[in-house]
């Protein structure tokens, strides 16, 4: 909704708000375009009553959020929702959402061409039907082309400023048109836009109507153009704000829907037991906020009438004190390990329980069951899991703009605020699934590891990251710089391309598509070595748990799959193209044998966006079957 209009004008997923829509992104509506507003103004007042809305409880994602903000946060929120819509259409529920404001803050019109921002009083806004808030949009009450009828539609424009500090700004049009000075005529000119379509704006004229001076837009884009923009003005769009020290950042111009006006940062965790914790710390841990708040004298009155104590009723109240205290120690301890590595650790935990020789006891958020290896995988898998239960949690910790941030390194970019001070809680949401895990044999990925790790197709990867992160990031970072921080290692690689070979398999017969699965890879260091590969759903239909994914862990099924994920490996349709790919000077990309037609999978199936995959270290590709994990057809 708008904070202006208070009204809706559509919708998007909870998990929407991690990936695409989320804090300072731009939402593209069916008429015109929002961009979603900073946490100061969303309000959560008319749902912290209700019964059935609570907080995301998720200790380690907080206590990492935390390693972030610091201790201000308290508190994962999900998005401020109420149920009663569809009933009452002017109710309660219609007052509720996340507030968005209209940007750009520029629309021209459908028919006359007319460009004026919203708040010049040439548009008016209509929202007439509470059922489609899809239909709402602006209009030209005043146009002179349409003479009879509704008044004509007016979207958009579709021009931005952008720049890598994470400010986004209107386009300046007076400015450009005039070539950085004023109009000659009226301090407020009438402006055009005759958009005849076409690439990047050159087909795209802006006239001022009070003085005649007229403009192509081809003249601000690419480096030249930008020599014909102004000083990027640090705004803060989504917080209502310039940034006070200024920016020294290029703009650059952009287009409405373009991809790289919106990078997450974001965190995520599964949701399992700890492996020396007993189940009641396990229950405190998850309900922390809720019972570590409280005296033990007040546990009576809290198992009466506060929900979280409802799952404690089989532990005295001295238990309960206890484990809050172990739990307590345990956090705080935690907390200086991270501080003094300044590495938030959230895989180990996952990687412990998966890999652990006894399963914990089921729950609601997560239940595995070890399956059988099938003898003919027996020198292919270590051990096969079925997580039949899981939830995943993810917070939103900024996100920024032009530049991808790197997963490992989060520090190289600018993280852009999502909010005007230090949050005091974070967007999250959770989601339920299911999955497979499975663990390469650890003899066999070091055997590997001593043909392949010092190849030369490995020789050339590891120039490539080189050269990729000083093409990127060498100028950003003062002092000596090292071109092989966060380097994953060669066993990496081989478990991220087995992986990628699974899911695309696998999507085809376990009823989810590819973009619906997800990956997480244990690779570990050379001091803490790992071997597992994570392949879960994390998608709000159903649940994610439809229980086609888990049948395919099945000893027939998971036979049938690797042969066939491994046997098609062997060849691409690209070839030999695609087989006879490495990474080359002056090219940085950061895979080998591999493309869409064999590896690729979709940007939210990929925990490393397409980067560090070559067939070649799975299967024998050509006359590379030395370096294979796998020599020989299973």
């Known amino acids: 909704m708008t904070t202006n209009h208070r009204r809706r004008v559509g919708s998007v997923r909870p998990s929407h708000l991690m990936f695409t829509s989320g804090v300072g992104a731009l939402v593209d509506m069916p008429n015109f375009s929002v961009l979603v507003r900073g946490l100061d103004d969303w309000n959560y007042n008319d749902v912290r009553d209700r019964h059935d809305w609570k907080p995301i409880a998720e200790p380690r994602l907080l206590s990492a959020v935390q390693g972030i903000f610091g201790k201000n946060v308290k508190e994962l929120l999900p998005a401020p929702w109420l149920d009663g819509l569809d009933q009452d259409p002017r109710g309660p529920a219609s007052r509720v959402g996340v507030p968005t404001v209209p940007f750009p803050s520029w629309l021209r019109c459908t028919a006359c061409n007319e460009l004026a921002p919203v708040d010049s009083r040439v548009f008016g806004f209509e929202n007439e039907v509470p ?10 009450q005043g146009c002179g082309v349409k003479k009879s ?23 300046p049009y007076p400015e450009f048109v005039h070539h950085g000075a004023e109009c000659p005529k009226v301090k ?6 005759e958009d005849r379509g076409g690439n990047r704006g050159v087909n795209v004229e802006i006239k001022c109507v009070s003085c005649g001076e007229h403009r192509n837009m081809g003249q601000a884009m690419g480096q030249r153009g930008e020599q014909n923009l102004p000083r990027c003005r640090g705004r803060h769009p989504h917080l209502n704000r310039f940034d006070p020290q200024g920016c020294k950042c290029a703009p650059k111009v952009l287009t409405v829907g373009a991809s790289n006006q919106w990078f997450p940062q974001n965190l995520s965790v599964l949701a399992v037991p700890r492996t020396e914790a007993s189940e009641l710390e ?25 929900p979280a104590f409802h799952e404690l009723t089989g532990w005295s109240d001295a238990e309960i004190e206890a484990a809050v205290e172990r739990v307590r120690a345990r956090m705080e301890q935690e907390s200086e390990e991270d501080s003094e590595t ?16 006894e399963l914990p006891a089921p729950t609601d958020d997560f239940t595995l069951r070890r399956a059988e290896v099938p003898p003919e995988l027996a020198g292919y898998y270590a051990d096969v899991v079925q997580a039949e239960r899981l939830r995943e949690v993810r917070a939103l910790t900024g996100f920024t703009r032009l530049d991808a941030p790197d997963p490992e390194d989060p520090k190289l970019v600018t993280r852009a605020p999502l909010a005007r001070s230090t949050p005091q809680w974070v967007p999250a ?24 790790a010092e190849s030369h197709a490995m020789y050339r990867h590891r120039r490539a990251y080189a050269e990729f992160r000083k093409n990127r990031y060498s100028d950003r970072i003062p002092g000596e710089f090292d071109e092989m921080r966060n380097w994953p290692g060669p066993r990496y690689l081989a478990l991220h391309t087995l992986s990628h070979l699974l899911i695309r398999t696998i999507a085809l017969e376990c009823g ?5 699965l997800s990956e997480r890879i244990y690779a570990g260091t050379e001091d803490d070595p790992r071997s597992g590969i994570l392949l879960y759903t994390a998608v709000p239909d159903a649940e994610g748990t439809l229980g086609g994914l888990v049948s395919q862990a099945e000893p027939d099924r998971l036979v049938r799959l690797t042969r066939r994920a491994l046997s098609e490996a062997r060849r691409c349709s690209s070839d030999p193209l695609c087989a006879e790919r490495l990474p080359q000077p002056p090219a940085d990309h950061l895979h080998g044998a591999a493309c869409h037609v064999c590896l690729f999978v979709s940007e939210t199936t990929c925990e490393r966006g397409n980067r560090f995959l070559d067939r070649r270290f799975v299967v024998p590709v050509d006359e590379h079957e030395d370096l294979a994990l796998y020599r020989e057809r299973p």
């Open 131 to 140: 059922r489609r808030p899809q239909d709402a949009r602006f209009f030209h």
């Open 149 to 171: 009828g509704a008044p004509p539609l007016a979207i958009s424009s579709r021009f931005l400023i952008s720049c890598t500090a994470g400010h986004l700004d209107d386009f």
């Open 188 to 193: 407020q000119p009438r402006l055009r836009m």
């Open 282 to 306: 396990t229950k405190v841990e998850q309900h922390w906020n809720a019972v570590s708040t409280l005296p033990a004298a007040m546990y009576p009155y809290a198992r009466e009438n506060v």
């Open 342 to 357: 300044e590495q938030l650790d959230l895989r180990t935990p996952e990687w412990e329980v998966f890999a652990a020789s």
């Open 429 to 452: 949401s959770e989601v339920r699934g299911e999955g497979i895990f499975l663990r390469v044999p650890e003899d066999l990925l070091r055997d590997w590891e001593s043909r392949a």
């Open 512 to 516: 989810y598509s590819s973009a619906n």
